[in-house]
T-cell receptor
Framework: AQSVTQLDSQVPVFEEAPVELRCNYSSSVSVYLFWYVQYPNQGLQLLLKYLSGSTLVESINGFEAEFNKSQTSFHLRKPSVHISDTAEYFCAVSDQGNTPLVFGKGTRLSVIA | DTGVSQDPRHKITKRGQNVTFRCDPISEHNRLYWYRQTLGQGPEFLTYFQNEAQLEKSRLLSDRFSAERPKGSFSTLEIQRTEQGDSAMYLC??????????????FGPGTRLTVT
């Protein structure tokens, strides 16, 4: 069965500093990868996804993630964070796209002024 | 399009009582998923539907849990004889089948269940 490991449960970072949230998944022939964000008291929102093609995917608010098949990783990065990025971030994987997602335990990103 | 809605948002019940949650997906989304999220964990898949057909239910946590989607629109999740361990956030998500957003699951705000 597919599994996802988010190596850091909490990541504090100062405003305007870079950040990387790590995600590893168990290997499979073909996977689709997602990052979801959950702001305080809000529902899960899709941040970005990798389905195929370019291994680097970007979101509209400056986050990017790179699919690395050899390392079975899909780390999330942002070169300069803002206070408004404070949230919980979940990495998720599915074996065949539109099938149930398997989530990691989440990483709580706290941006400090 | 108002997004996925869930009702109620919060439910407090006594152990042994039955509870039912409702999820209204985005209109014309064929697939509907139920997940459970406990404190400090990511969402855990429970069951899903395509239209009114339940495609997977082996992940429902026990036979006390059941779900249905009788007309292929809204869905209900019922927990019978609730236990304290059922306390969690219950999330619903929907997605289209086909189209550019085929692989995107849209989540509702969740129903927080507290069993006392």
């Amino acid at each position: 069965a597919q599994s996802v490991t988010q190596l850091d449960s909490q990541v504090p970072v100062f405003e305007e500093a870079p950040v990387e949230l790590r995600c590893n998944y168990s290997s499979s022939v073909s996977v689709y990868l997602f990052w979801y964000v959950q702001y305080p008291n809000q529902g899960l929102q899709l941040l970005l996804k990798y389905l195929s093609g370019s291994t680097l995917v970007e979101s509209i608010n400056g986050f990017e993630a790179e699919f690395n098949k050899s390392q079975t990783s899909f780390h999330l990065r942002k070169p300069s964070v803002h206070i408004s990025d404070t949230a919980e971030y979940f990495c998720a994987v599915s074996d065949q796209g539109n099938t149930p997602l398997v989530f990691g335990k989440g990483t709580r990103l706290s941006v400090i002024a | 399009d108002t997004g996925v809605s869930q009702d109620p948002r919060h439910k407090i019940t006594k152990r042994g009582q039955n509870v039912t949650f409702r999820c209204d997906p985005i209109s014309e989304h064929n697939r509907l998923y139920w997940y459970r999220q406990t404190l400090g964990q990511g969402p855990e898949f429970l069951t899903y539907f395509q239209n009114e057909a339940q495609l997977e239910k082996s992940r429902l946590l026990s036979d006390r849990f059941s779900a249905e989607r009788p007309k292929g629109s809204f869905s209900t999740l019922e927990i019978q004889r609730t236990e304290q361990g059922d306390s969690a956030m219950y999330l619903c998500a929907s997605s289209p089948v086909g189209g550019q957003q085929f692989y995107e699951q849209y989540f509702g705000p969740g129903t927080r269940l507290t069993v006392t």
